[in-house]
């Protein structure tokens, strides 16, 4: 998992003149697993760029999502969820979040309105508290899931959590606050130019998309010890020849990692029956990503306890740097 160094990034583009006073950084989405902040990031950026689920870890890597607007440009940077890990997969995860921690422009801190802060959330808040040079924005995601009293008792919660910046009350489903949200957060942002062209959405590449929904089919209605027991790798990604026009076609080659034969079983299905909807549901995803045609083969193999194994981490892309 070889992320761009996020300094690296920050060379201005040769792009048009941009206003006075235009900020252009990176915000990084944090919080405990299962509180929004994929689907939040992909509300803000007003097209899908990181995989959602309602599995607690689904987001393995940080993703990038790119918001324009006028007078800024926001770079979102979604990370794994925090959490005690029990693999060497959770311990790198972590890992990652941390030295993302201090490249950012601005923190948000998502904490969902439906739940109760609790332990989880009073340890990321501690070691938020320690990130004295960068400020941090206290985000209550999920409150259509809530009533409005609901929601300003837990917003007062918040408040006696940590010393925020500001604090938010969001709803990436409702729609609720999705602009005051991208302005609060620009509002941390240092002045310069844009870092990513006019319409850019994620800097990430097409194969590593691919993955990813691919992905997110398969985790849907497997056993709940199984998602964090699947990955994707995408083998082989390629223009398929000698095609009419209007009938162009991606070929899409993918395997399905999962660490025991009882696993694979359950993702192939009773005679291929579940493989067969994952692959047709990630198809129609896929299509919609490319804007073309694809025929995908999946496979599924097993690598034996892969989360445990530094080769078999490396192997699917999940390297120490992480």
């Keep these: 998992m070889n992320d761009l160094d996020l300094e690296k990034l920050r060379i201005p583009l040769p792009a048009p003149s941009h206003p006075e006073g235009f900020r252009s950084g990176f915000a990084c989405f944090v919080g405990r697993p299962n509180v929004g902040k994929s689907t939040l990031m992909n509300a803000l950026v007003g097209q ?25 440009q926001l770079i979102i940077v979604d990370t794994p969820g925090l959490h005690k890990p029990r693999t060497l997969l959770g311990e790198r995860l972590d890992s990652l979040v941390r030295s993302t921690l201090v490249e950012v422009d601005v923190i948000a801190f998502c904490l969902p309105a ?7 959330d009073t340890y990321i808040a501690k070691e938020l508290a320690e990130q004295r040079n960068t400020p941090v924005v206290a985000l209550v995601t999920k409150t259509d899931l809530v009533d409005k009293e609901a929601v300003g008792k837990h917003l ?29 957060l620009c509002s941390h942002l240092p002045e310069g130019p844009p870092l990513y062209p006019d319409g850019d959405l994620t800097d990430e590449p097409d194969e590593m998309l691919v993955a990813e929904l691919v992905r997110e089919a398969a985790l849907e209605g497997v056993r709940d010890e199984l998602p964090h027991s699947i990955a994707v790798v995408v083998d082989e990604m390629f223009q398929r020849e000698n095609t009419r026009p209007g009938k162009e076609l991606v070929d899409i080659y993918a395997s399905l990692y999962v660490e025991r034969p009882s696993q694979k079983a359950i993702v192939i299905g009773s005679k291929g029956s579940r493989l067969r909807d994952v692959g047709s549901r990630a198809r129609k995803q896929i299509e919609g990503l490319l804007g073309q045609r694809v025929f995908l083969d999946l496979r599924v193999r097993v690598a034996k306890d892969w989360q445990r194994d530094p080769k078999q981490l490396r192997k699917l892309g999940f390297d120490q740097q992480t």
């Excluded at 439906?114 to 989880?120: A, L, S, T, V």
Aim: charged share 25%; proline share 7%; aromatic share 4%.
């Design 114 to 120: 439906n739940e109760p802060i609790g332990r989880g």
């Design 156 to 184: 007062m919660a918040v408040d006696e959590l940590g010393d925020w910046a500001d604090i938010v009350p969001v709803s990436a489903q409702g729609s609720f606050q999705l602009d005051t949200v991208t302005e609060v």
């Design 48 to 72: 899908k760029v990181a995989i959602t689920s309602n599995r607690p870890q689904t987001t393995r890597r940080t993703v990038r999502g790119i918001v324009h607007r006028p007078e800024s």
